[in-house]
């Protein structure tokens, strides 16, 4: 058995966006499936591993020996958080395959494929920030910035007056950690180490009674943000995961002796962007929507492909089916899969079986047979094939067949 994995993005995916992957299964005999499929996982301090979302390639289903290519998409969703290289919050995408274990039947053997993926925040969707000016007065010393947004490489104009003081001081600081929760460990997990601000930036004057001092944000500054993620699914109910990046000015006045001893020390808040402002775009949304939908069984289906197959019989025994479809077209068809379940009052559909066929010729028949306790209307038949067509055919069943 033979497994490979590919993404079709290069590595590199926004969020809100798609991801697509392909990916080829290589049986060297029949094999029987319980499960395979894609995920995208991570891996915060307090947990090995967390799954972000995933989806299903192959249901339970038996397969003949062959090769068997699926693309598939994946929607980052826009609470995914971005990677963030220099905290380690990184992105893998795992191919899975999960089948009986012939010698330990209650230990099934897995089967793992993973590839590095970067998650990374859309420009357009970030979100445009209004800019406000700050002025503070706290015991004598006076500070006023003309804003409070700035972009990573400018200088940050600070204007200042006092009375007694010696020396004033500004620092950029920046705050950055991850976020976990983890109920394992208490509120906060204790993996996650409390981190000091960090000097970015520093300047001084001992000409504290009017001016101004001129701080330059770095080139490499990384931008202000506050993301957060929190799982739908229960086994990992009570987690939240995610990061912030928050900046600060540090305004130190240091009194003349005659004056006292007391330092005066507070901070402004600021905050750095990745892009130029724009007001005219102020208030969208950071995480909203922009039309991309859930990946869709369906994308893709040309009506030429749904002339290719014909069901020419179901026959049927009760809690069992014997359906017969045709390969009508005029090719040999490869890799293709066909996923059976029934249509339940017309609104629900019973547990699907999956058989694979390595080559489908031209003219062929195959035989599939259905076994479910349910009282079911309709067969629904899902053919897939490795060029990535599918289709759904929905065909009746007689009620007689119970009687």
Not at 47 to 58: A, D, G, M, T
Not at 134 to 152: A, Q, Y
Not at 304 to 333: G, M
Not at 356 to 375: A, C, D, H, R, S
């Amino acid at each position: 058995m033979k497994l490979e994995l590919s993404d079709l993005n290069n590595g590199s995916v926004n969020v809100g966006d798609k991801l697509s992957i392909k990916t080829k299964f290589d049986f060297d005999e029949d094999t029987s499936l319980i499960w395979s499929g894609i995920r995208l996982i991570t891996t915060p301090p307090c947990v090995k591993e967390l799954q972000i979302n995933k989806e299903e390639i192959f249901s339970t289903g038996f397969f003949e020996a062959g090769e068997y290519i699926r693309e598939k998409a994946m929607l980052i969703k826009n609470n995914v958080v971005p990677t963030i290289k220099n905290r380690n919050l990184e992105y893998l995408i795992q191919l899975i395959l999960r089948k009986e274990n012939p010698v330990n039947p209650e230990d099934d053997l897995i089967v793992k494929k993973t590839h590095e993926i970067n998650i990374n925040l859309k420009e357009s969707r970030v979100q445009a920030i209004k800019q406000n000016p700050i002025s503070l007065s706290i015991s004598g010393l006076n500070v006023d910035i003309t804003k409070d947004v700035f972009k990573p490489g400018e200088t940050i104009k600070i204007n200042y007056s006092s009375q007694n003081l010696k020396q004033i001081e500004i620092r950029l600081l920046q705050k950055a950690n991850l976020v976990c929760y983890c109920e394992a460990y208490g509120k906060t997990c204790r993996k996650v180490e409390e981190l000091p601000p960090a000097i970015a930036g520093d300047i001084k004057t001992k000409n504290t009674d009017e001016g101004f001092l001129l701080l330059k944000v770095p080139e490499v500054a990384e931008p202000s943000h506050n993301y957060l993620w929190e799982p739908t699914e229960k086994e990992y109910w009570g987690l939240k995961y995610g990061d912030y990046s928050q900046w600060s000015l540090m305004i130190i006045g240091k009194k003349k002796p005659e004056f006292g001893r007391d330092i005066i020390r507070f901070e402004m808040p600021i905050t750095i962007v990745s892009r130029p402002i724009d007001e005219e775009n102020e208030g969208i949304d950071l995480f909203a929507g922009v039309g991309a939908g859930a990946p869709s069984l369906f994308d893709g289906v040309s009506s030429k492909f749904q002339k290719i197959f014909k069901v020419t019989s179901i026959e049927s025994d009760f809690e069992k089916y014997t359906l017969k479809i045709e390969n009508i077209s005029k090719e040999d068809l490869e890799g293709v899969t066909v996923k059976l379940s029934g249509l339940q009052e017309g609104l629900f559909e019973t547990t699907s079986i999956l058989t694979g066929f390595n080559k489908w010729k031209k003219g062929e028949e195959k035989e599939i047979v259905y076994e479910t306790k349910q009282n079911i209307s309709a067969l629904i038949s899902i053919i897939e094939d490795n060029s990535q067509k599918n289709i759904r055919i929905q065909t009746p069943v007689s009620a007689d067949s119970f009687f």
